[in-house]
T-cell receptor, first 114, second 114 residues
Framework: GNSVTQMEGPVTLSEEAFLTINCTYT??????LFWYVQYPGEGLQLLLK?????DKGSNKGFEATYRKETTSFHLEKGSVQVSDSAVYFC?????????????FGKGTHLIIQP | NAGVTQTPKFRVLKTGQSMTLLCAQD?????MYWYRQDPGMGLRLIHY???????AKGEVPDGYNVSRLKKQNFLLGLESAAPSQTSVYFC?????????????FGEGSWLTVV
């Protein structure tokens, strides 16, 4: 079956540091890949997505590139801010779209210190 | 535009009590989902629906029942609550599956079973 593995946290960084959160997946075909963010006490918000190999999703200074050869979708940001503190989830949707929704990683808690 | 609305937001139950969580969406979406979120486990699919009058089991369906009598509503029921069902529950919906699709999440319902 499909699965998503992401680095476990918490990840603690200083403001303006470079961020990488690793995500790898197992799936057949060409799934769509997503990063969701969950701020404290809130629901999940779509941060970015990529739907085919070599696509780069980007939003709010975050980027992730769909790498089919390494089955990865690592999240990066050049200079993090305190307001980026949240839990980040990598997820996939089966190739062609699956009725049973998304498969999520376990989440990475990011803490940015001033 | 309300999007996906969950009620109640917080609830404390005693073991053995029953309750229903309501999810309502105003986007005319066909697909609806119930997930639970537990520390270190990410989001796991409980049940889902691909249209009015349909339901299907997800990854962790035991102890829960669902109904989709109206297209805009997806109800999650706990007939006899157990402490293991203490969790944060998220509802989600989408118009259709596939790469152009976006899944929208509610803000979550915090349930504690004592």
């Amino acid at each position: 079956g499909n699965s998503v593995t992401q680095m476990e946290g918490p990840v603690t960084l200083s403001e303006e540091a470079f961020l990488t959160i690793n995500c790898t997946y197992t799936a057949t075909g060409y799934p769509s890949l997503f990063w969701y963010v969950q701020y404290p006490g809130e629901g999940l918000q779509l941060l970015l997505k990529a739907t085919k190999a070599d696509d780069k999703g980007s939003n709010k200074g975050f980027e992730a590139t769909y790498r089919k050869e390494t089955t990865s979708f690592h999240l990066e940001k050049g200079s993090v801010q305190v307001s980026d503190s949240a839990v980040y989830f990598c997820a996939l949707e089966a190739s062609g779209g699956g009725a049973d929704g998304l498969t999520f990683g376990k989440g990475t808690h990011l803490i940015i210190q001033p | 535009n309300a999007g996906v609305t969950q009620t109640p937001k917080f609830r404390v139950l005693k073991t053995g009590q029953s309750m229903t969580l309501l999810c309502a969406q105003d986007m005319n979406h066909e697909y609806m989902y119930w997930y639970r979120q537990d520390p270190g486990m990410g989001l796991r699919l409980i049940h889902y629906s691909v249209g009015e009058g349909t339901t299907a089991k997800g990854e962790v369906p035991d102890g829960y029942n669902v109904s989709r009598l109206k297209k805009q509503n997806f109800l999650l029921g706990l007939e006899s609550a157990a402490p293991s069902q203490t969790s944060v529950y998220f509802c989600a919906s989408t118009r259709q599956t596939g790469p152009r699709n976006t899944i929208y999440f509610g803000e979550g319902s915090w349930l504690t079973v004592v």
